[in-house]
Each structure stands twice: as structure tokens, then as C-alpha cells.
């Protein structure tokens, strides 16, 4: 009956995708020229990457920027990569780097990845303290045996739950530990002391032993590759935060991290410790394409209410005005006070259950202001509960908002990956349009702003925001985890494709087709988009996250 029901839906969402999509075009598309895809300028950079994981955010994101930034990057192949819960080839990962080094101007180097084998099995501390030895004597070599390679290197501060399955039903009493131990180191309070000996009597010894165990470990891994930048082995260090929380043991390590920096000059701007972990390697992009042209971005950030800079959102440590500043540093931007002197606009929505409909409206038209005096502009659009309702996007559209001139959009996950996302597109955008010299994109250059822009929308807001919590919700009905879709991966898949083809038709119609886009051309023409499909999958057997590929077609209007 399921499989019935996938069926149906997928045959229906693709039908109405398709006629959507042929309706609108039949309008304009008659009196336009299809323009061919321009031929990429040679890469004038090629950097080798070991991902945080095998999702797109880690790896598909990183490759597509680094073409705007005109950088080839390397990747290793999918199959020594992680899958879900497995953990990847860790050993034939190094010596994959090894044999790239030689053919690389830089290296971007997941410690995690080559230590636990990605993101999830660091969390279950894969990694040995023999496999921590031997990413820091791969590190060491590559720099030993070419000297002159650039390389950098991000660790991650574990998260505050709790992942090791044998451990999981003392999560909860262990997150009140963690955060009880910095505020009564924070506070001092004897009351809390108290409360916090109670607590601790009721957590097997073995079991808080271990959790401890995990982030003094991870302090000194992250001292010694510190030591590495003062050595000169490492160009830079990017020190990102799992999963937090305003007070617990991350946080303790992270202070102790930043004193540790604080304190040694030498380290100034060559080590980052910052909030985040999907992002980690697409900041550090951001970086290395900054440091390589001197281009250093200004920033105006403006907010869409008041309180906005001072929340603190979920799964995270601190305010949002703090990650904002953090991460214009990673992409080695300064923040102005002028928009008029900024080569992009942060414009940084944050939603709530109280944001209603007319300061979300209210909001939209704060970025088509800024859009029509001229400003370049990345749009975060934050939702405190992650609901459609509380985002801005919808009325954007309603607004009028011209999408396809937008430096950056996101909205995906949390605050730190978001920001993150934004900040690095627009960064990026903005040095090659600094580099063109000229007043308007060129078309190859916009075409792949425009293919990483349009997957945002798709991405971050019809899919996050509206398939799957539809999706979700379906399959829990016929007691289908989404978590772990097993034999139904395949039709789950085919289903999500329908639906996000309708997506796509709907973003087409309402935002893309027949609009005039910012692309130089010599004659005077008229570029516009002509065409939109999307091919997705599931790159795990979850619902969490989706790859999407874009495919965008351009015209010159026929005056």
C-alpha cells in the first residue's frame, strides 16, 4: 500500500512540475535565443580536500564554490568515504592525500575525518590515540616533503550530547552535568555544587569517565596541531564547535583553546576558533581564495528586528551577532558601518513564533530597499523553530525581491552553518566581480553564482522547510523512520525527486523565468533564464539532507 501511495505521488508531482514549467515558458521563450554554456576560464588554483564527511554540505558545496572562486578542487573518491554510520577508509584516506599533495597548490584537511573517518564517528570517538599520532605525522610529512604546499587543517570540539549508543540513555543526565560543571565553575555557586555532586552520584563512573576523557583529548590533539602553526608545518587552524550549548565541557575547551591563542601573537589570524562544523571546510575555502588575491570583503550586516544580534539560537553556544563576527574574520572580511562602503550587505533574518506576518513582510521589503539602492546583498534567513512560518522568503517573492540578483541565500540547519554559507558565497561572488573589472557579471561567473544560489532556495527553504516535514510526517504515519528508510531508500528517493520537480517548477515561475539578470554583455542584451530541472538523491539513508543539482538554461531577449 505504501509503495502504491510513493507511486501516485511521485507520477502526480511530476505531471504538475512539468506542466507548470512548460505553461510559463510557452509565454516568452518564443521570443528568445538559447545562449550555449560558456567554457570555464582555467582554475588558477587547485586545492586538495579531506571533507568533514561525505554530505553535500561538506563536500558538494565546496566544490561548487570553488568554481566561482576559480579554484579546482580535489576531492577523494566516494567510495574511501564515509556512509551514514559507516566510518570511512582512514588509512587510504592519508595515503590518498599523500598522492595529491604533489598536484595541489593547497590542502583543506579534516583532522576528524583523517583520525575518526567523519563527522559522526568522531562523535562515537572512532579514532585511537595511534590514529591521532598518525594524522599529525601525515601532516608533518606533507609538509617536510613539499615544504612550499599551504596547509590547512580544521578540528572540531565534540558536541554536548551524548552519541556513544552504549551510553545514550544517560544523555540527558549527562547534559545536565556538562552544563552544571561550568556554571558552577563560571559562578561559583555552592548551591550548585551540591546539585552537582547529586547528579554525578547517579552517572556511572565509567561512563562520565569517558565523556570527559573525549574533550580533554580533544584539547590537547588541537594544542599540538596549534603547535604545528607555530612551527610553521600548518598555514592555519580552524578549531569549529559541534552541536552546544551556552554553558558545558565544548565550551570549557573552547575557553581554554582561545586563552591559549589569546596568548601567543604569533598565532593571531593564523588560528580560528569558531562555531560550526558542516561549513568548516567551505569557510575555509572562503579563506584561502581571500588570502590568494588580496581581496578582503566589507561587510554592512543589518538585522531584520532589534533583538536580533543578541539571541541565541538552538545548538548554539552563543549570540547570533558573535557568529556573524566570526565568521566575516574566517572569510578575512571587516565589518563596516556604512553600506555605501561595503561590498556586500549581511542581511541576517531571524524568525520566532512571535515574528508575525507583518514583520516578516516588513523584513522582505528591508532587502529589496537595499537591493534598490544598489547594495549587494546576502539574505540569512533564520527560523528559531526551523518552520516555513518564520521565514522570509515567501514574502520576499510577494515583495518582489529580484532572487536572481541576490550575493548569497541561506537558511539551512543552524545558525552557524547558515552564516557560514552566506557569508563565503558572498565573499567569493564579490572578489571575482572585483577581479572581472567590471560593472556586471560575466556569463560564465553568473552562471555558476546563479546554479549555487538557485540550490540554496531549493535546498535550504522548499525542501528543509516544506518536503520534508511533509515527508516526515508521512512516512512516521506507516511507521517508516526517517532516520532510517532501509528498503524503502530507493522509492523514498523517487518520491522526493517528484516533489522537489514541483518545487523547482514553482521557484521557475514565480522567481527566475523571463527576469532581466546582472550579466555583462558587450551588444546590450537581455539575459534571462529559460529553463529549470532539478535532479536530487538521498545521499544517506535519511531524510536529513538532500543533493541537489540544479540545471539552469539562459536566452538573449529578442528586442
Known amino acids: 500500500m505504501f509503495r502504491r501511495f510513493l507511486s501516485c505521488l511521485a507520477i502526480i508531482a511530476a505531471a504538475a512540475a512539468v506542466a507548470a514549467a512548460l505553461q510559463w515558458q510557452a509565454g516568452f521563450v518564443r521570443t528568445a535565443r538559447p545562449v550555449a554554456e560558456p567554457a570555464d576560464a582555467p582554475a588558477r588554483l587547485t586545492v586538495a580536500v579531506v571533507p568533514l564527511d561525505s554530505r553535500p554540505p561538506c563536500t558538494q558545496y565546496v566544490e561548487q564554490l570553488a568554481g566561482l572562486a576559480g579554484i579546482r578542487v580535489i576531492l577523494p573518491?566516494?567510495?574511501?568515504?564515509?556512509?551514514?554510520?559507516?566510518?570511512?577508509?582512514?588509512?587510504?584516506?592519508?595515503?590518498?592525500?599523500?598522492?595529491?599533495?604533489?598536484?595541489?597548490?593547497?590542502?583543506?584537511?579534516?583532522?576528524?575525518?583523517?583520525?575518526?573517518?567523519?563527522?559522526?564517528?568522531?562523535?562515537?570517538?572512532?579514532?585511537?590515540?595511534a590514529d591521532a599520532e598518525a594524522v599529525l605525522a601525515v601532516l608533518a610529512g606533507l609538509h617536510r616533503d613539499h615544504p612550499k604546499l599551504k596547509i590547512y587543517a580544521f578540528s572540531i570540539i565534540p558536541r554536548l550530547?551524548?552519541?556513544?549508543?552504549?551510553?545514550?540513555?544517560?544523555?540527558?543526565?549527562m547534559f545536565e552535568f556538562s552544563v552544571l560543571k561550568d556554571e558552577v565553575l563560571t559562578f561559583e555557586n555552592p548551591l550548585d555544587r551540591e546539585k552537582l555532586d547529586r547528579l554525578a552520584a547517579q552517572i556511572p563512573p565509567a561512563v562520565?569517565?569517558?565523556?570527559?576523557?573525549?574533550?580533554?583529548?580533544?584539547?590537547?590533539?588541537?594544542?599540538?596541531?596549534?603547535?604545528?602553526?607555530?612551527?610553521?608545518?600548518?598555514?592555519?587552524?580552524?578549531?569549529?564547535?559541534?552541536?552546544?550549548?551556552?554553558?558545558?565541557?565544548?565550551?570549557?575547551?573552547?575557553?581554554r583553546l582561545t586563552h591559549f591563542v589569546a596568548h601567543r601573537p604569533q598565532l593571531a589570524g593564523r588560528v580560528v576558533i569558531t562555531r560550526g562544523t558542516d561549513e568548516v571546510a567551505l569557510t575555509v575555502l572562503g579563506r584561502v581564495a581571500a588570502e590568494t588575491t588580496g581581496f578582503q570583503p566589507q561587510v554592512f550586516v543589518q538585522y531584520s528586528h532589534p533583538a536580533a544580534p543578541g539571541m541565541v539560537m538552538p545548538y548554539m553556544p552563543h549570540s547570533v551577532a558573535r557568529t556573524v563576527a566570526e565568521k566575516i574574520a574566517l572569510a578575512d572580511g571587516r565589518e563596516v558601518g556604512d553600506p555605501r562602503e561595503a561590498d556586500f550587505v549581511l542581511f541576517v533574518h531571524i524568525g520566532t513564533a512571535g515574528t508575525g506576518p507583518g514583520k516578516l513582510a516588513a523584513a522582505a521589503r528591508a532587502v529589496r530597499n537595499l537591493m534598490a539602492e544598489g547594495h549587494r546583498v546576502a539574505v540569512v534567513d533564520l527560523s528559531e523553530h526551523f518552520f516555513a512560518a518564520e521565514t522570509i522568503l515567501p514574502y520576499m517573492l510577494q515583495e518582489g525581491v529580484e532572487l536572481t540578483r541576490l550575493a548569497a541565500y541561506a537558511g539551512w540547519n543552524t545558525t552557524s552553518n547558515s552564516i557560514g554559507t552566506a557569508v563565503t558565497q558572498a565573499a567569493i561572488y564579490s572578489g571575482a566581480?572585483?577581479?572581472?573589472?567590471?560593472?556586471?557579471?560575466?556569463?560564465?561567473?553568473?552562471r555558476r553564482q546563479l546554479a549555487f544560489l538557485t540550490a540554496r532556495l531549493l535546498d535550504d527553504w522548499y525542501y528543509?522547510?516544506?518536503?520534508?516535514?511533509?515527508?516526515?510526517?508521512?512516512?512516521?504515519?506507516?511507521?517508516?523512520?526517517?532516520?532510517?528508510?532501509?528498503?524503502?531508500?530507493?522509492?523514498?528517493?523517487?518520491?522526493?525527486?517528484?516533489?522537489l520537480g514541483d518545487r523547482a517548477a514553482t521557484l521557475y515561475r514565480?522567481?527566475?523565468?523571463?527576469?532581466?539578470?546582472?550579466?555583462?554583455?558587450?551588444?546590450?542584451?537581455?539575459?534571462?533564464?529559460?529553463g529549470l530541472t532539478v535532479e536530487s538523491h538521498l545521499p544517506w539513508q535519511r531524510t536529513f539532507e538532500v543533493r541537489l543539482e540544479p540545471r539552469l538554461e539562459f536566452a538573449v531577449l529578442e528586442e
Open 77 to 129: 573518491p566516494p567510495e574511501l568515504l564515509d556512509k551514514y554510520r559507516t566510518p570511512a577508509d582512514r588509512t587510504a584516506l592519508r595515503d590518498w592525500l599523500r598522492d595529491a599533495a604533489p598536484a595541489a597548490d593547497a590542502l583543506i584537511v579534516s583532522t576528524d575525518m583523517l583520525m575518526h573517518g567523519g563527522l559522526m564517528a568522531s562523535r562515537r570517538s572512532v579514532g585511537t590515540a
Open 208 to 255: 562520565a569517565g569517558r565523556y570527559q576523557a573525549l574533550y580533554e583529548a580533544n584539547a590537547q590533539f588541537n594544542y599540538r596541531l596549534m603547535a604545528m602553526v607555530e612551527q610553521g608545518a600548518l598555514s592555519g587552524l580552524v578549531i569549529g564547535q559541534d552541536d552546544g550549548f551556552p554553558f558545558g565541557l565544548p565550551n570549557m575547551v573552547k575557553s
Open 510 to 530: 514565480t522567481a527566475l523565468a523571463g527576469r532581466p539578470l546582472p550579466v555583462l554583455d558587450a551588444a546590450g542584451k537581455k539575459y534571462v533564464v529559460s
Open 161 to 173: 550530547l551524548l552519541a556513544e549508543d552504549s551510553d545514550v540513555r544517560y544523555q540527558k543526565k
Open 433 to 446: 566581480l572585483a577581479r572581472s573589472g567590471e560593472a556586471a557579471a560575466p556569463l560564465g561567473l553568473y
Open 464 to 499: 528543509q522547510k516544506d518536503v520534508q516535514p511533509y515527508v516526515n510526517g508521512r512516512l512516521k504515519a506507516y511507521n517508516i523512520d526517517p532516520y532510517n528508510l532501509g528498503g524503502q531508500l530507493a522509492r523514498v528517493d523517487e518520491w522526493i525527486g517528484g516533489l
